[in-house]
């Protein structure tokens, strides 16, 4: 990497845990006005304190985050299709000038392998790959998985391999048994989970935890912290099993004192 691309990552990654915890609040893009984040700058202002980066897109970013919030931005980059629609139909929805305007840590855009628009969505990741090595902003992929598709390590691998070889610096991906596998596919690329959606808190924890002890450098969490009960327990006890190599039972401790 350039002096600039690993400047820009090295604000994603904590410095004392070489781990990442994201707070994924993009879910806009696609879902509408998702429940729990309506007023996207209040759910997100309480979380804050305890994320390294925000996963964001452009227009929310402008709309509900203050401009002296000092948190590195992972700005989503691709769209273009609805919850109603396929959601693989995505393009490139952010120019490179405008990741630059906002100033953002990384650039990110989903890709679907095995869907119908599985070239497209390649050749999506390819083209912000070529953005980012010119202007030396880091590329994460997004492995999405279509309805059909098993989240297995054997599809994962496949998938998140194809993104490395398309030139990403970071890819997220979900969590599965054979995690390893998955890990080693991606040779020097860090890989972070992604939370998916909402389950029990403590099985959520659970994933994070065996996530890390697996080989992920992070996690990318979003409707696991901000639909729980007590979102800031929940993204206080996710950064202790990120950052503090917490077990689940101590890092549970922090989610349970506020819990309704």
Known sequence: MEWG???RFSRIMNAQSGNCVML????????GPTTGLE???KTVEPLL???DALMITRGALR????????????????GGQSILKELSNEIITTSIEDAIRI????????VFVGSENEQ???????????????????????????????RDARYLGLACRICVEMGAHMVKTYYCEGFQKIVKACGNVPVVIAGGKKIEEKAALEMAYNAIQDGAVGVDMGRNVFQSDNPVGMMRAVQAIVHEKASVAKALKFYKPSAK
């Open 120 to 150: 497209a969505t390649i050749g999506n990741l390819a083209q912000i790959v070529d953005e980012g090595e010119t202007f030396g902003i880091p590329v994460l992929a997004v492995t999405a998985v279509g309805k059909e598709m098993v």
């Open 63 to 78: 709309n509900w985050i203050p401009a002296d919030m000092n948190k590195p931005i992972v700005l989503r980059v691709s």
């Open 103 to 110: 100033n953002a840590s990384a650039i990110t855009c989903s």
């Open 39 to 41: 007023n996207l700058g």
């Open 5 to 7: 691309m690993k400047n």
């Open 49 to 51: 304190p305890f994320a």
């Open 24 to 31: 994924a609040v993009d879910h806009g893009y696609f879902q």
